[in-house]
């Protein structure tokens, strides 16, 4: 990956809708040439794919919330991940250091639906212990690889 490669991965996290021609433009290379490194990034799996960002609480998901979860002796990770993941509330989860074994990330509609989220998690998923978070403000910063 060169630096032409870096400030096209740049572009793409900024707008992944940017054309070859607005890409080609911005970095001095023809589309032809952007498509070319393009799905060269692709095929080198650098870049993964592309998605739309959605607005969760648009769409009556506005309750977030980081749930810690410590698992059951009994309960391996590819269990608990099986059973988090098939939840509809489950936004991302992390196998993570300290206390605490997974972090999860959920959005749900509201207290009911947080509370049958942590339940499930506790009841079918294998957590021993978890402590919740509600999360009053986020924001992500934009992924870039450097220049």
């Not at 991302?92 to 997974?102: L, Q």
């Not at 294998?126 to 934009?142: D, N």
Request: charged letters at 25%; one cysteine or more; hydrophobic letters at 40%.
């Amino acid at each position: 990956m060169d630096t032409t490669d870096r400030k096209i991965v740049d572009l793409l996290v900024e707008n992944g809708r940017a054309t070859h021609t607005e890409i080609g433009r911005a970095v001095g290379l023809s589309p032809h040439a952007i498509a070319d490194r393009i799905r060269r990034l692709l095929a080198s799996g650098v870049i993964t794919g592309f998605t739309a960002l959605v607005d969760l609480g648009s769409i009556g998901r506005g309750l977030e919330a980081l749930v810690d979860v410590r698992l059951l002796s009994s309960t391996t990770p590819e269990q608990f991940e099986r059973v988090a993941f098939g939840l509809p509330t489950v936004q991302s989860v992390a196998f993570v250091t300290g206390r605490f074994d997974y972090q999860v990330q959920v959005a749900c509609d509201d207290a009911d639906d947080l509370d049958h989220t942590v339940r499930t998690l506790r009841q079918r998923a294998g957590a021993a212990v978890t402590e919740t978070r509600i999360v009053l403000r986020s924001r992500s910063a934009p992924t870039r690889i450097g220049r």
